[in-house]
């Protein structure tokens, strides 16, 4: 396979979770979560669109440059696994309606995303450091879901 196919077919496929979510948020957004007492320290909505939109960027390239280097090994397994999970905090939180279920896929998350991360390390270090950011935002957002959770317990 062509590396500049491959590279847009990694990036393509992080940006699909993210319209994928992005069309559910659309929705939910306007209602639902406009409803809810937030935790401090929530940006203003339009912040979540343009860092995860870089963040999914970054994660399709530190794929690809792993797949470069290497195919079908445990670190593109994980990989894939990462962004499985991270394709599911969207539905439930803002579709299921449900922080604790979110909160829950969170820690999950930063799980699959730092063993990717150990896992991208000594294959491509520009790989794991393109993963860091993705860690430390989905840290953030593991204290706004709990946040949410704690101050919207209905």
């Not at 999970?85 to 799980?111: D, M």
């Amino acid at each position: 396979m062509s590396p500049v196919l491959a590279l847009v077919g990694f990036v393509g496929l992080c940006l699909l979770v993210a319209a994928a979510d992005g069309s559910i948020v659309a929705g939910a957004a306007r209602g639902w979560y406009l409803s809810l007492n937030r935790p401090p320290g929530t940006p203003p909505n339009w912040v979540f669109a343009a860092v995860w939109t870089a963040l999914y960027a970054m994660i399709g390239l530190a794929g690809w440059l792993v797949w470069r280097r290497t195919v079908g090994t445990r670190a593109l397994r994980l990989w894939g696994w990462q962004l499985a999970a991270n394709a599911f905090w969207t539905p439930a939180f803002f579709a299921l309606h449900s922080p604790p279920l979110a909160f829950a896929i969170c820690l999950v998350l930063l799980g699959l995303i730092a063993l990717t991360l150990r896992a991208f390390l000594p294959l491509r270090p520009a790989a794991a450091w393109l993963m860091a950011p993705y860690l430390a935002w989905t840290g953030y957002v593991t204290y706004l879901t709990a946040g949410f959770w704690w101050l919207n317990p209905s």
